[in-house]
């Protein structure tokens, strides 16, 4: 099994297990923590896939983006 192919195995595994957590136990604190793993770790799978050949404004596409949820998902998960 080659590096990469073992980092989105497991990228996967800890997207699926912090979802479903987090669904699963939602009003409890460390759950929202897990929805926040989640989001995290979706955007770092993307990155690591698909960024490597994008050009500038797909790159500044994907980095507003991941700003916009990442802190949307901060304020539900620690503030609201």
Do not use: H, N
């Amino acid at each position: 099994m080659k590096t990469s192919s073992f980092r989105l195995g497991y990228r996967i595994v800890l997207i699926v297990f912090a979802l479903f957590y987090g669904i699963a136990a939602y009003p409890d604190g460390w759950s929202r923590f897990a929805l926040l793993v989640a989001v995290i770790a979706i955007f770092m799978t993307i990155e690591d896939r698909f960024m490597k050949r994008a050009d500038k404004k797909q790159r500044m596409i994907f980095i507003i983006l991941f700003a916009l949820v990442f802190f949307v998902t901060f304020f539900f998960v620690f503030l609201a």
